[in-house]
C-alpha cells in the first residue's frame, strides 16, 4: 500500500493528515474486534486521485432490527450434514466458518452453538459469504465467514 493511503476505520475516513489521530484510534482498539481488513489497490480509477484505499471493519453493537436481518441470514448458512467429531460429510463441505465472542466454533458443533446462543444476548453479526483466506480459516473458508460477538462480550473487550 502507499503511504497516502486513505483509511475508513468503521466509515470514518481518515487520509495522510489524520494519521496521529488514526494512529491513536488504532491503538485504542482492542485486535480482537476486528473482522476485517480490505486493501484496494488504485490506480486513479476509484476516484480518490491515486490513492489506495484501507477498510478496517471492527464489532460495535448494531441495531436490534439487523440483527435479527443476520440471524435469518446466518441460520439459512449452515446446513452441512456431520458424522461424528472428526467431521466427516458425504458431499463437499457448504458451511462458512463460525466465531462466536473470538472463538473459533468446531464445524460439527456450530448448529449447537448457533442453538445455545441466546438471540437477544447478541450484540453484532458480520457475515461474508464470499470465499475468506483459508489460510487462515482453513477449509471452509472458501464457503465464508460468520463473526458473532455477544452484549457481555463485547462490552468486556471494548472497554
Known sequence: MKENSTV????EIFAVADSLKLDNNLKNLDRKLIVAI????????????????????YAVELPRTLIRNRIDEMQ???NDKY??????????????????????????????????LDKNEIAYINIKTNPQNQELYG??????IVVIWTEKELAKISH
Open 8 to 11: 475508513f476505520l468503521n466509515g
Open 38 to 57: 480490505i486493501p484496494i489497490k488504485s490506480e486513479g480509477q476509484i476516484g480518490c486521485a491515486d490513492n489506495d484505499l484501507i477498510f478496517i471493519e
Open 76 to 78: 439459512s448458512l449452515f
Open 83 to 116: 458424522f461424528g467429531f472428526s467431521g466427516h460429510i458425504l458431499t463437499n463441505s457448504k458451511d462458512p466458518v463460525l466465531y462466536i465472542n473470538n472463538r473459533n466454533i468446531h464445524h460439527t458443533e456450530v448448529k449447537a452453538a448457533i442453538k445455545s
Open 139 to 144: 477449509e471452509n473458508g472458501k464457503n465464508g
